[in-house]
């Protein structure tokens, strides 16, 4: 199985920006890959989501704006670039991986997932 590890994540002032990446221990063989974060005493929650071939997006609305993710295909790696950072986007951010091509914005799908990297956004 394929494994994933997060980087990139950091300590930031509010109005920063930060790129996290996701890297795959071998060829990265899913449907989609996304972008899950987890504030503490929080639900995990859907950031961003791409389909590994076409490059399709889909993101959660509230985040639209500032948040992108993306793909290289040839070196197996996901990202997500945040812009104008806010303190409520302090969270242990997560990528995942599935085969399903539904309920892509659902954590409950995925059946790969890193360990997760601390993104820390200062007032």
């Known amino acids: 199985q394929v494994e994933l590890l997060e980087s990139g994540g950091g300590s930031v002032q509010a109005g920063g920006s930060l790129r996290l990446s996701c890297g795959a221990s071998?060829?990265?063989?899913?449907?989609?890959a996304a972008w899950f974060r987890q504030a503490p005493g929080k639900e995990r929650e859907f950031v961003a989501v791409?389909?590994?071939?076409?490059?399709?997006?889909y993101k959660a609305d509230s985040l639209r704006s500032r948040f992108f993710i993306s793909r290289d295909r040839a070196n197996n790696q996901l990202y997500l670039q945040m812009n104008r950072l806010k303190p409520e986007d302090t969270a242990v951010y997560y990528c995942a991986a599935t085969n399903s091509r539904e309920e892509l914005s659902t954590s409950a799908v995925y059946t790969t997932w890193g360990q997760g990297t601390q993104v820390f956004v200062s007032a």
């Open positions: 071998d060829t990265f063989n899913y449907y989609a």
């Open positions: 791409i389909s590994w071939s076409s490059g399709a997006t």
